[in-house]
């Protein structure tokens, strides 16, 4: 099986999340001389495949087999994959079925390693994640067998194959604030404290603004609101209440704590409520780390591009790894149509994937 059949033959599975469709059990058949660890949990299936050649470092490979719905709008079918002057079309091309079959089929065509090489595979990426890579982390890390080295088959490049790998991802930090005053009719306003009135003069204070400068890694932690509601959507009551709802992607600098003290800093003494919740925290990998060094070096061979170090984008998987304390890239191809209809990639970039993560796992 070349790796544009083992790349059709994932696209083919409605492995809608959190349904694999069978995708879990054709990937151990694949690498059958893996050895096998399967962690299910709340219809999560998660796969983790492993072979310890000899000692030495322990490299794990990342992703998912789940999909966001097809959704409407496509030319082809979602889950027929189709062939169209070297693009590929299907849902799950870019995100991330070409780079779970470049490092499944690198793994497997694997004979010789410096160490351990393992595979980590979830069906609840594009879901929740409640029970998918950090279940897996967890039990590793009971077991004493937490990977020392992460590389996440992500798509990560901009605007041509090779071009940036993600050395890092910034948290999220999601806020909603509750302010009160005193509801009264719109004839009285003397009667009433409007929340309104007296958020009017903060907004420009906090919205938009950055909580810290950034560093060479990461952009600065920006204060984002979202949402902002009060009243009973009729003109003659003023409100009792307003809600805030707000994001911030944080980076290393902010965290919690320091989100607390900017929201007190600038409603004290109004009667209010901040409820903050965590979803994703930030980490970074220091470009010195032998995976990032090895990663550079390969794409530089196969494509002749120097890629850049990011950290920008959304949450992956990629934040569970760095969690637990794994040294973690991100690299894949371009993403440019994920969650959208008519997603694509094109061929060649997938087999210069499994070229790099080939040539990764021989100098690794």
């Known amino acids: ?185 719109a004839a009285y306003p003397e009667k009433s404290i409007n929340p309104v009135n007296l958020i009017a003069p903060i907004l420009p204070k906090i919205a938009g603004v950055d909580l810290d400068n950034g560093d060479n890694y990461f952009a600065p932690s920006k204060f984002v609101i979202t949402d902002i509601r009060a009243g009973m959507e009729v003109t003659n009551v003023t409100p009792g209440e307003l809600k805030m709802m707000f994001n911030v992607r944080n980076n290393t600098h902010t965290d919690k704590e320091k989100i607390e003290n900017f929201i007190k800093k600038h409603f004290d003494g109004l009667n209010y409520e901040l409820t903050l919740s965590q979803s994703a925290k930030p980490f970074v990998t220091n470009p010195d780390t032998k995976v990032v060094k090895l990663i550079d070096e390969s794409i530089k061979k196969i494509t002749n591009i120097t890629p850049k170090h990011s950290t920008a984008g959304g949450t992956s998987d990629a934040r569970f790894f760095g969690e637990f304390g794994v040294k973690t890239i991100e690299f894949g191809v371009i993403n440019d149509t994920i969650h959208a209809p008519n997603e694509y990639t094109k061929l060649e970039y997938v087999e210069k994937l499994t070229k790099i993560f080939e040539d990764v796992i021989k100098n690794f």
Not at 169 to 174: D, L, M, P, T, V
């Open 1 to 185: 099986m070349t790796i544009n059949e083992l790349f059709i033959k994932l696209l083919k599975f409605k492995s809608i999340t959190p349904d694999d469709d069978g995708a879990m059990e054709f990937i151990k058949n694949y690498l059958s001389d893996f050895e096998v660890i399967e962690i299910n949990k709340e219809d999560v299936k998660n796969l983790f495949l492993y072979k310890k050649f000899s000692e030495g470092d322990h490299l794990c490979f990342a992703g998912h087999i789940d999909v966001v719905p097809p959704g409407n709008g496509w030319n082809t079918e979602p889950f027929e994959p189709t062939i169209i002057d070297d693009k590929i079309y299907a849902r799950g091309t870019q995100d991330m079925k070409s780079g779970v079959a470049a490092f499944l089929y690198a793994c497997k065509h694997t004979t010789n390693f410096n160490g351990t090489l393992s595979l980590l595979i979830t069906s609840d990426e594009e879901g929740d994640a409640k029970y998918g890579t950090v279940e897996v982390l967890k039990y590793l890390k009971e077991k004493n067998f937490l990977p020392d080295y992460a590389i996440v088959a992500e798509p990560t490049c901009e605007r041509e194959f090779g071009d940036a790998i993600k050395i890092g991802r910034r948290g999220s930090i999601n806020g909603i604030l509750k302010l009160y005053g005193k509801q009264g009719h």
